[in-house]
């Protein structure tokens, strides 16, 4: 299967992670994903991860300088086809990355745009829980771990998020819709959107991406 470069758009809570990792599963894409890159440096604690820690633990924007470089330099060794997720966030971030594909003589070849209801998102958002030995993420309400607050995998304990906090993934919302619509409104006139109904099961959403994905090979 030729290896297509994807963006992939959602909002919290559209399961844009869950559908990065199937498409990495089976297509064998790489997963770009900026807020794990983020979160790496925090965790490292590196000079870049100390700059940004406050502004992601918050759910603001880190400074496009900042993050066009970080996704710079992990695109630059990218050779296969990938799944770019938490990138572009507004439209300034759309352009420079267009340009920055330019530079690298490659291009977008399709944006999935999940669509999904704000009251499902922030329940799908605030109920979820991550392991902080293995990064298995599972949601307490709708696939709860075997024992409250222990891994399934790894018997790890499960964290929530600071910025999955309620108050803040409402913020994160709102943020999201104000700066989203532009890059939106910018692929369709490009051609490269595809909206796909992100309120239904995983099943059903998979089905969808695959039927689109035939479409480009
Ligand atoms: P995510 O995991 O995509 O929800 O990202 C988590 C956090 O990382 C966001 O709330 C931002 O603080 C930061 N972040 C990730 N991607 C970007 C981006 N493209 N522009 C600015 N900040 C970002």
Redesign the pocket.
Known sequence: MRQLKIIILGQ?GSGKGAYAQWLVDKYGYAHI????L?REEIKKGSELGLKVRD??NS????SDEL?SKVLENRLKKEKKGFIL?????TIA?AKILEDLLSRLKTKIDLVINLVVSDELSIERITNRRICRECGWICNIKFMPPKKPGICDKCGGELYQRE?DKEEIVKK?IEEYHKQIYPVIEDYKRKGLLHDINSNRNYEEVVKDIEELLKRFT
């Open positions: 919290q994903s900026t807020g794990d983020l502004i992601v759910g603001g924007l880190v993050i997720d938490g990138y572009p966030r971030q910025d994160r």
